[in-house]
């Protein structure tokens, strides 16, 4: 992975004394990503593995390939709510764990019905990103945070690129069907590593937060919440930092809204892109598509640190245009018809994606400022496997009715209008990120 979202911390820039160290991030990421490999690496196979359980036609492929992000979505909230309760890391292990018995079961399972249970289980019993970056918030903020979210980022988008190759390289060798049991080793082996790491928090943390969950009655974390177990910075925020919000951080309803937004206009090209490559490039091979496919990860990788250094202060500009990028890109989707064309719309989406995922990291680190880590992200992934179902939903159909193209004009419309929303943000909170 060549993400490097987290240089050495200046004077201005440390770790809370029982905050996570650079090389324990790192840990974590790597962990990050072999849960993400296996979970990214086999969906791209279901059309194989669906006519050895009885689908020859592999007609379930496109409703069994959203359903672990349904479930995810279901089940985020309430795992949000019982790490700021119980511990982080104890329920960072859960989804490990949740994961590996689920394609352990996914591998075993000789019929469709056996299999769709085992893939609820791994959306229901995952969600290894809000796990993930709930524990890394209970343990440092600012700058620092919005890094480490950016490194695990990249960890999903390296695995996104790496996991369907490997899988096709071992297919000869083992059915896809039952690499889901070679897989299972992969999130033991990072279940076992975390049990190393220390729960983040500081003491006392627990008392705030189960007072904090009690008192919460909605999805959507309450600004009153006490501090985040392990936040430097909503330890020394103001008593009326809650009052204060409106101009001095981005809202939760605005944070969702972009999030879902982004979510959605970038996904909905990802289902048809192949065959509209094939569609435009008659005789492309698979390795071509392939690679069109991996460019806007690829170029996240390349460019994630940097773009983080220079819109670490103006993320709402940051997102605007990303935005703006995402609507090009796709728009250019619509009129590609050579391999240059594709290539050069492919990484116009990828410096959009880039830039969307960086800044919203960077939204997100500070929306953590005093509120309950858990329940924040839990929250934030079901607001993004949202996005991403509805992707998926209004690809299917509008693909259907309207041809491959129709998909990415519509991520297109989405895109313009959540750019000029964001363009809009970005006037009301330049001069506010200026002065930070």
Not at 72 to 96: E, I, V
Not at 144 to 162: E, F, N
Not at 311 to 325: E, K, N, Q, S, V
Not at 405 to 428: E, I, K, Q, R
């Amino acid at each position: 992975m060549t993400v490097d979202a987290l240089p050495r911390p200046s004077e201005h820039d440390t770790a809370a004394p029982d905050g996570l160290g650079r090389r324990q991030v790192h840990a974590v990421a790597a962990c990050y990503f072999v849960a993400s490999f296996a979970a990214l690496g086999l969906p791209p196979y279901l059309t194989a593995i669906l006519p050895g359980l009885g689908d020859q036609q592999g007609r379930w492929a496109g409703v069994l390939y959203i359903v672990p992000t349904v479930f995810s979505a279901l089940g985020a909230p309430m795992w949000g709510r019982l790490a700021d309760r119980y511990g982080r890391k104890r329920l960072l292990l859960r989804a490990q764990l949740g994961l590996a018995l689920s394609f352990l079961l996914a591998g075993a399972a000789d019929s469709l019905t056996a299999f769709t249970l085992a893939l609820v289980l791994q959306g229901f019993l995952g969600g290894t990103f809000a796990a993930t970056n709930g524990y890394l918030a209970a343990a440092l903020d600012g700058a620092r945070l919005s890094r480490a979210l950016t490194l695990m980022q990249g960890s999903a988008r390296a695995a996104l690129v790496a996991a369907p190759i490997l899988v096709g390289v071992l297919s000869p060798w083992i059915d896809p069907h039952r690499q889901y049991l070679l897989m299972a080793v992969l999130p033991l082996t990072a279940a076992v590593f975390l049990s190393l790491l220390p729960e983040p928090g500081r003491p006392g943390a627990k008392a705030t937060t189960e007072s904090a969950a009690e008192a919460g009655t909605a999805s959507e974390p309450d600004p009153a919440l006490g501090p985040g177990p392990g936040s430097a910075t909503a330890a020394a925020a103001p008593t009326d930092a809650t009052a204060d919000e409106p101009t001095g951080r981005t809202p939760l309803r605005v944070l969702y809204g972009l999030e879902f937004a982004f979510v959605f206009a970038t996904i909905i090209s990802f289902p048809y892109l192949i065959s509209l490559a094939e569609e435009r490039l008659p005789g492309v091979s698979g390795t071509t598509t392939g690679v069109l496919f991996a460019l806007p990860h690829l170029c996240y990788l390349a460019f994630a640190a940097r773009t983080h250094t220079a819109f670490l202060h103006r993320p709402h500009t940051g997102i605007a245009l990303g935005f703006g990028f995402v609507a090009l890109g796709l728009a250019g989707h619509a009129v590609a018809d050579s391999l240059p064309a594709f290539v050069a719309v492919r990484l116009l989406l990828g410096a959009g994606l880039t830039l969307g995922l960086v800044c919203l990291s960077v939204l997100a680190a500070e929306a953590c400022r005093g509120r309950a880590p858990g329940r924040l992200f839990g929250s934030l992934e079901f607001v993004s496997k949202g996005g991403a179902v509805a992707a998926g939903a209004v690809a299917a159909l509008v693909n259907g009715r309207f041809g491959a193209t129709s998909p990415v004009l519509v991520g297109t419309a989405a895109a313009l209008l959540a750019a000029a929303a964001a363009t809009a943000l970005s006037s009301h909170s330049r001069q506010r990120w200026s002065r930070t």
